[in-house]
């Protein structure tokens, strides 16, 4: 072929092989996974082998499949038998793992049994993140987002679905029944065939009625009365993405709003967020090194005593108050329109009346008092106000704490807009990685090696983008020292 760029013959020997280390550019990121993995205290961390025995066949070294998983998670091959193949052919895992070629099994087997090391890296690196002042704005978004598991939804079970399923069954086997009498009164000897096949379709529905029987009686032990076959651990749960419900897990991230750095992480299989509040930020001041912490979160997280308890802490919640009442939809006064006198512990409403203090209540393990104006009856904005005889406002204890909360939020308008752009990003791009199937594992310890793996990744990438290459590998090489 004229005038076009030849390669080079195939066989065509050479007398000296070219340098492996040739083929990987200065700026090529496996070289960032090989100076962090060399830096690390494999020992200290937790890694299984990190000290070899006194006898018996030599094993690899945690390092080497480390640095094979962190590359195969930065290149979305998260495949312990692709990761197998692409040792064989891959030049740059050739150069990282020293042309080494492990077995799936080895690889499977590293990552099964090694969860609180590859955790505990994980946090190193974050804490590397940390030491090179990539955290030096106290904010972090808290979010969570639903990742499916292996586990279908045919294969988990509830109370719901048992009975759902069991009327689907009775009314096929009907069906069945009916179809089976009409050919049994006709009786042509072209329908014996179907009619064998009616009853292999009966039987089988009834079969699949006792298993759901058994199953259902399986779930009056488990404590949230429902049940995964693949994945014991995963749980059926509201997707508000799109609008469905998966089988999966739920994934708690806190994301520095400068640098959009996951600072740390949790894989839950709860479906809600209620109780996850003061548990991330706290996790999040503590990896960054910080006294005080803002923390920005949904409506998800509004839970009055998990916001208490962040305050406490000394973190700065900033979570708007989920609408639950219908009294401006259908054109009545809401609470914000009552105002609260602190002096004299009463409420002033529209209409000027004042509300005192009447009596106190626990519900649900909240300390509650109540309030409510004697001039009710004969208000003339009463048709605006209540559709009872008085219109009562329920006050918790500590309420000047979400108070002070809404009063933030009124002043930083953008803190919502500043959360959503911060994290959800974040969770996008790690689902794109992932691909459609997400989660290769099963089990929450399982799973939650999996997700620092990618959380791993992903921040690795981020800190070479942010610092660009030189920089990263003088500060691993520092970090080394």
Same mark, same amino acid.
């Given at each position: 072929?004229? *005038?076009?760029?030849?390669?080079?013959?195939?066989?065509?020997?050479?007398?000296?092989? +070219?340098?492996?280390? +040739?083929?990987?550019?200065?700026?090529?990121?496996?070289?960032?996974?090989?100076?962090?993995?060399?830096?690390?205290?494999?020992?200290?961390?937790?890694?299984?082998?990190?000290?070899?025995?006194?006898?018996?066949?030599?094993?690899?070294?945690?390092?080497?499949?480390?640095?094979?998983?962190?590359?195969?998670?930065?290149?979305?091959?998260?495949?312990?038998?692709?990761?197998?193949?692409?040792?064989?052919?891959?030049?740059?895992?050739?150069?990282?793992?020293?042309?080494?070629?492990?077995?799936?099994?080895?690889?499977?087997?590293?990552?099964?049994?090694?969860?609180?090391?590859?955790?505990?890296?994980?946090?190193?690196?974050?804490?590397?993140?940390?030491?090179?002042?990539?955290?030096?704005?106290?904010?972090?978004?808290?979010?969570?987002?639903?990742?499916?598991?292996?586990?279908?939804?045919?294969?988990?079970?509830?109370?719901?679905?048992?009975?759902?399923?069991?009327?689907?069954?009775?009314?096929?086997?009907?069906?069945?029944?009916?179809?089976?009498?009409?050919?049994?009164?006709?009786?042509?000897?072209?329908?014996?065939?179907?009619?064998?096949?009616? *009853?292999?379709?009966? +039987?089988?529905? *009834?079969?699949?009625?006792?298993?759901?029987?058994?199953?259902?009686?399986?779930?009056?032990?488990?404590?949230?009365?429902?049940?995964?076959? #693949?994945?014991?651990?995963?749980?059926?749960?509201?997707?508000?993405?799109?609008?469905?419900?998966?089988?999966?897990?739920?994934?708690?991230?806190?994301?520095?709003? &400068?640098?959009?750095?996951?600072?740390?992480?949790?894989?839950?299989?709860?479906?809600?967020?209620?109780? &996850?509040?003061?548990?991330?930020?706290?996790?999040?001041?503590?990896?960054?090194?910080?006294?005080?912490?803002?923390?920005?979160?949904? *409506?998800?997280?509004?839970?009055?005593?998990?916001?208490?308890?962040?305050? +406490?802490?000394?973190?700065?919640?900033?979570?708007?108050?989920?609408?639950?009442?219908?009294? @401006?939809?259908?054109?009545?006064?809401?609470?914000?329109?009552?105002?609260?006198?602190?002096?004299?512990?009463?409420?002033?409403?529209?209409?000027?009346?004042?509300?005192?203090?009447?009596?106190?209540?626990?519900?649900?393990?909240?300390?509650?008092?109540?309030?409510?104006?004697?001039?009710?009856? &004969?208000?003339?904005?009463?048709?605006?106000?209540?559709?009872?005889?008085?219109?009562?406002?329920?006050?918790?204890?500590?309420?000047?704490?979400?108070?002070?909360?809404?009063?933030?939020?009124?002043?930083?308008?953008?803190?919502? #807009?500043?959360?959503?752009?911060?994290?959800?990003?974040?969770?996008?791009?790690?689902?794109?990685?992932?691909?459609?199937?997400?989660?290769?594992?099963?089990?929450?310890?399982?799973?939650? #090696?999996?997700?620092?793996?990618?959380?791993?990744?992903?921040?690795? @990438?981020?800190?070479?983008?942010?610092?660009?290459?030189?920089?990263?590998?003088?500060?691993? @090489?520092?970090?080394?020292?």
């Amino acid at each position: 072929m004229k *005038r076009f760029i030849e390669g080079a013959d195939r066989t065509q020997s050479t007398l000296l092989p +070219d340098c492996l280390d +040739d083929y990987i550019a200065a700026d090529n990121p496996v070289r960032a996974v090989d100076a962090f993995v060399e830096e690390l205290d494999l020992r200290v961390l937790g890694f299984e082998g990190a000290e070899p025995a006194a006898t018996g066949r030599p094993g690899y070294h945690p390092a080497v499949l480390l640095k094979l998983y962190i590359y195969g998670y930065l290149n979305r091959v998260p495949s312990s038998r692709r990761l197998e193949r692409e040792a064989q052919r891959n030049v740059e895992l050739m150069w990282l793992t020293g042309r080494l070629t492990p077995d799936f099994k080895t690889i499977a087997d590293f990552r099964r049994d090694n969860g609180p090391g590859i955790r505990n890296a994980c946090r190193r690196f974050v804490q590397l993140c940390r030491d090179l002042a990539l955290f030096s704005e106290a904010i972090v978004a808290i979010d969570s987002s639903k990742f499916k598991a292996v586990n279908s939804r045919d294969r988990n079970f509830t109370p719901t679905k048992i009975e759902r399923r069991q009327q689907q069954i009775e009314e096929s086997i009907q069906r069945y029944l009916e179809a089976l009498e009409t050919a049994d009164r006709t009786q042509p000897a072209e329908v014996q065939a179907k009619t064998e096949r009616l *009853r292999e379709k009966i +039987d089988t529905l *009834r079969q699949q009625m006792r298993r759901m029987q058994r199953i259902k009686e399986q779930l009056k032990d488990e404590p949230d009365q429902q049940r995964s076959l #693949t994945d014991p651990d995963a749980r059926a749960m509201m997707s508000q993405a799109k609008g469905t419900g998966i089988v999966g897990y739920n994934v708690q991230a806190a994301v520095d709003t &400068q640098h959009h750095l996951i600072v740390t992480h949790e894989v839950t299989n709860v479906g809600n967020d209620r109780q &996850q509040l003061t548990k991330m930020a706290v996790a999040a001041r503590e990896a960054m090194g910080k006294r005080k912490l803002q923390a920005l979160a949904d *409506r998800g997280y509004f839970n009055s005593p998990e916001i208490k308890a962040a305050t +406490d802490a000394g973190i700065t919640p900033l979570v708007p108050k989920p609408t639950t009442s219908n009294a @401006k939809a259908e054109g009545r006064f809401s609470k914000a329109d009552f105002i609260y006198l602190k002096r004299s512990d009463a409420y002033q409403c529209p209409a000027g009346e004042r509300a005192p203090y009447r009596f106190s209540g626990v519900e649900n393990g909240l300390t509650l008092r109540r309030y409510w104006p004697s001039a009710c009856p &004969q208000c003339p904005l009463k048709p605006r106000c209540t559709t009872g005889d008085y219109r009562r406002i329920t006050r918790w204890e500590h309420e000047e704490v979400l108070e002070a909360m809404q009063r933030r939020l009124d002043r930083n308008l953008n803190a919502m #807009t500043l959360r959503r752009r911060t994290v959800e990003h974040v969770f996008g791009t790690l689902k794109h990685w992932m691909g459609s199937t997400h989660f290769l594992t099963r089990g929450l310890k399982n799973v939650s #090696t999996e997700m620092s793996l990618q959380v791993l990744a992903y921040n690795m @990438k981020r800190v070479i983008q942010i610092l660009g290459m030189d920089v990263t590998m003088k500060v691993m @090489k520092v970090a080394g020292s």
